[in-house]
């Protein structure tokens, strides 16, 4: 004989205080575990996004980011000569020779000062970065100082809006006239100008900080990389795929927010599985007498274990929702940090919840709740009805 | 009987249901230690910076250089002791270009002199100074890679495709936690040596140590308006300042760390009010024949307080047992390692904080229990039937 859900599901809402109360603990590890998660995933859909694996970076050998890497102009003509680059419609070849520097803006409210990547660019950068799309405004033309900002930065920071402007350098001042989306990748988190404009106002000129070339093929990496590693070791370059050198960006930062977010649930999911079981001890010693009667009236030991699993596991349910309803919440909040692997450049996040990172908090939610149910259950199922029922 | 022995005789009416409620306050408060002590470890960076420091930088960025002159102006500003200027030196394995080392070029009879936060004998310190192709490198470096004073070093440096070799001098701890903590300092007008042209006596910092901390913002003014009409403007700013800002890039991830150390208070509370509340509820008889033997409801409500003090200060002084070792031999030393950590140190105002916000929850926790008890009507209460 079966013991209707109905009897877990009332009890957990005869004794709703106590159910929200254990909820709670598993609510947090619910939500610290998804939030985590969904800003690590976000961290790698916006910087791992950003490189492909058939296109190949070069810098300077010393430079562990772009914008530290400093190359004499000279290098593209090299790299240019090297094989495996793919050809353009027209005939050139797919690269492009980029400045990249920081520049310190105010945020929109003036709480903070922070470092953004400058990038200098050629005009062909958007054949070679096709996901770039210009969405408002147009797209600044060669030659002057007029500026494109990513879709992540409009409006966040002062000057940093169609129509306005940054200064760079004793009154040099960029304007900006377009916005561009990059499909979520950290050129969104950039400004893009003219790559002589950006050498001029930071007094860099004849020097480019990285070259950026598309390879014919993914496999032509290695014979492109030693010809200009190994081929002019008196120039210094160091080789990366691109999609490599995001991979590297991206290292520092999820890894610190795992970190983080892992100690919290990992200590905290001790917690909630304690306070879970003692929720369901006190329901056992609460109910010993009308589990007695149960048993008399003829369910069996297993029926009365399911039972009580049900009610904890219900209880856990109830916290997993919570905390799955607050971290669903996360995605309307700014979130903005300094990468250290480059140079403290900010970068904006966004927490992207996915199916499987939902469902595995979810399903983590349901482990602490199931096994801090687990001995109240086990002892539930050995109360003897005789002694029950004469107490 | 004493009505605090009431308190702690209830609370060890129920010695496992007890027992995990204590553990369960442990551990979430184990939870808000940790975070509290990683997010005071950034402000600690902070706050053990040496505030008699000035740095000058490129105007347009810490990866530009200035004139090694500018140093002599820099140190005829008034207020200023001592002027150390700095290059990147960029140095990698001479066999393995992709390892590479955090290394800086500087004058070196100051920076020892001015840096006392370098821990070595001063017979080593003044070995580093005397050596011109000297090095001075950190202990967490050297044991790592097994290099002991005295030896020769090669590296390949990024600006220059010949060699450098260099004789490690000194080997040095950080007083300033996680300061320097894999650097190799080396000898600027060595280094400088290497180049001709255009990148040849330059430098990227200009460290001047000033007399009076409280003359930094000053003397930075100063230092920037006599350099406006040079060809290479600067940014000077104190040292403390720098290193704010530099912790402020992670302001969004000290919030979160904040908002959810307030969520596992928020926790805790529950917890505790829960158990509390599962013990009144079982004893309300018994408090109604207290009330009715003449007990004020104000002695009850202590006695309540009382057992839920009991659980907390047991749950805060079993966390700061756990935590101590916990943070200092494993997490510390992890975070530091795997994840570009600051230093972090269980401080003692946190572990005071700890025991003190617990036995405050605590007291929290049972006012909701306590109340009903007191507003419960005694008749009713003894005519309960369990």
Partial sequence: MRLPLKYSARNLWARRNTTLATGAGVALVVFVCAASLMLVEGVRRTLLSSGSRGTAIVMQQSATAEVASSLRQGVFGLVASAPGIQQAADGGALLSSEAVRSVLVDTQDGSRTVSLQLRGVSSNVLELRPQVRVRAGRRAAPATDEAMIGVQLAGHYRGLALGGQIELNKGRKLQVVGVFEAAGTAFESEIWADLHSVQTTTESDGYISSVTARLSSADAFDAFASALEQGHQEEGLIVERESQYYERLSQGLSGMILVLGGMVCGIFSCGALLGAAIAMYAAVEQRTKEVGVLRALGFDRHEILLAFLIESAGISLVGSAIGLGLALSTPFIEFAVGNSAAYGIEVRLRFIPSLVILAACALAGLSIGVAGGLFPALRASRIDPVRALRA | ?386
């Fill in chain 2, 1 to 386: 009987m004493h009505l605090w022995q009431l308190s702690v005789r209830n609370a060890a009416r129920s010695p496992a249901r007890s027992a995990m409620t204590v553990m369960a306050v442990a551990i979430s408060l184990l939870a808000f230690v940790v975070l509290r002590t990683v997010s005071a470890g950034w402000t600690e960076t902070v706050k053990q910076t040496p505030n008699n420091r000035v740095l000058v930088r490129h105007r347009m960025g810490w990866g530009r250089s200035m004139p090694s002159h500018y140093t002599q102006d820099v140190a005829r500003v008034p207020g200023v002791n001592a002027v150390i200027g700095a290059s990147w030196a960029g140095l990698s394995h001479p066999k393995n270009p992709r390892l590479r080392f955090e290394a800086t070029a500087l004058d070196a009879k100051p920076f020892v002199d001015t840096h006392d936060e370098l821990l070595a004998p001063s017979a080593r310190k003044a070995d580093f100074v005397a050596d011109r192709s000297g090095a001075m490198v950190s202990r967490e470096l050297a044991e790592e890679l097994g290099w002991r004073e005295g030896q020769r070093l090669r590296f390949r440096s990024a600006d220059s495709p010949t060699e450098l070799e260099l004789t490690l001098s000194c080997i040095f701890q950080s007083r300033r936690h996680g300061w320097a903590r894999r650097q190799i300092f080396l000898h600027w007008a060595y280094f400088n040596e290497r180049f001709v042209g255009p990148q040849r006596d330059r430098v990227n910092m200009i460290v001047a140590s000033i007399a009076k901390p409280a003359d930094g913002a000053r003397i930075a003014r100063e230092i920037d308006a006599h350099f406006v009409a040079h060809e290479d403007q600067t940014t000077s700013e104190e040292d403390r300042a720098v290193m704010a800002q530099l912790v402020a890039r992670f302001g969004a991830i000290l919030e979160a760390l904040d908002v959810i150390s307030v969520l596992i208070l928020g926790v805790v509370l529950l917890i505790l009010g829960n158990t509390l509340a599962l013990g009144v509820r079982e004893r309300v008889t018994e408090y109604a024949t207290l009330r009715a033997l003449g007990f004020a409801p104000a002695q009850i409500l202590c006695s309540v307080l009382g057992e839920a003090a009991t659980f907390g200060v047991l749950a805060g002084l079993l966390c700061l047992l756990v935590s101590y070792p916990l943070l200092e031999l494993a997490l510390a030393r992890f975070l530091q390692e795997q994840a570009s950590f600051p230093a972090i140190q269980l401080s003692a105002d946190i572990a005071w904080v700890t025991v003190a916000i617990a036995a405050l929850l605590s007291g929290l926790a049972a006012v909701v229990p306590a109340l009903g008890i007191m507003k419960g009507d005694v008749v009713q209460g003894l005519r309960k039937v369990g």
